[in-house]
């Protein structure tokens, strides 16, 4: 049994997540290995390193110089952000920073958990696939704070970290 | 662990303490939660509300009675807010979502015993009979 993908994108409508692109997944129930913990933390810190090519969505999240600096150095996440498997860790995903992706927890991770776990049971369930590293609504990015100046200036330290980090 | 160590622990680590809500609305969350088939707080929550209205550690969450303003971020559900979301779901009757990280949600039952749970199937990982242990847990995986 599982959601059609017209209900399944319902649902995402109704929870104001319609651009949320959505990929049909059989979840099957993987052993993992005993380390899993180490290298999953490991792979966040990569996966927020990672974020310095994510600059446009980076300025739509209006994030002060020192929440910028320590997201792209892998130290911290900003407030109310999550980072999520694509494919679940349980469900056999890897544990690699391509297997994550960032969203705010209130509301959009928590949207989704509720999303995935009212398919529980189900042999086929959708999983959100949010086609960049980072998931910000398209009606959210329509103005406010961010807008050029704020991707400049992210763009340029951006730029210096990676620079620093002898990362080109 | 008592309590006073706990938010001590906490404090230390960083944690941002939401003020403790009113004796009442603290009633009002236990008859809420009754009435959604979700479990009462056991005493150690209670009191634990009286002094604390919620607890943020970067992506781990406790809930509290009520929601939890931010400055221009959004804010933070209360209990009764997350429960009500997952009443129609079985496995969820007789247990309390109180806290959340990027991999768990923390539940706990009326008689004081809390549960790390699966967050895609809310299947029980872990039992506590700590329930302060089981917060440590919580908030300390929101700073990895």
């Not at chain 1, 180490?38 to 600059?55: E, G, I, N, T, W």
């Not at chain 2, 919620?54 to 429960?83: D, K, L």
Request: glycine share 8%.
């Amino acid at each position: 049994m599982q959601l059609s993908q017209t209900s399944a994108e319902k649902i995402m409508k109704d929870m104001s997540m319609d651009d949320m692109p959505l990929v049909a997944f059989q979840p099957q129930r993987t052993q993992i290995s005993a380390d899993w913990f180490a290298r999953y933390k490991a792979a966040r810190h990569s996966f927020m390193q990672s974020l310095v090519d994510s600059v446009n969505e980076l300025a739509f999240m209006n994030l002060s110089q020192e929440e910028f600096i320590n997201l792209v150095m892998g130290r911290e996440i900003p407030r109310n952000m999550s980072i999520r498997m694509r494919i679940p860790l349980f469900w056999g995903g890897q544990i690699s920073p391509d297997n994550m992706f960032m969203c705010a927890t209130f509301p959009h991770s928590q949207n989704i958990d509720r999303f995935i776990i009212g398919q529980a049971g189900y042999d086929t369930v959708w999983l959100p696939a949010p086609s960049k590293k980072i998931y910000i609504p398209a009606h959210t990015t329509g103005g406010g704070d961010g807008g050029n100046a704020t991707e400049d200036r992210l763009a340029q330290m951006a730029a210096q970290i990676v620079s620093a980090h002898g990362m080109e | 662990m008592t309590r006073e160590e706990f938010l001590s622990a906490m404090r230390a680590r960083g944690a941002e303490i939401a003020p403790a809500a009113p004796r009442q609305n603290i009633a009002t969350t236990n008859a809420l939660l009754q009435g959604m088939r979700a479990a009462m707080m056991p005493i150690t929550m209670t009191e634990f509300y009286a002094v604390v209205g919620g607890i943020t550690n970067g992506s781990g969450y406790i809930f509290g009675p009520e929601e939890v303003q931010r400055n221009n971020i959004y804010p933070v559900p209360s209990i009764i807010s997350i429960n009500r979301d997952m009443s129609h779901i079985p496995a969820m009757h007789g247990k309390t979502i109180f806290g959340r990280n990027d991999l768990f949600f923390f539940a706990f039952d009326a008689f004081g015993t809390a549960y790390m749970l699966d967050n895609l199937t809310l299947r029980p990982l872990r039992k506590y009979d700590d329930i302060f242990r089981a917060m440590t847990d919580c908030l300390a995986a929101g700073k990895l």
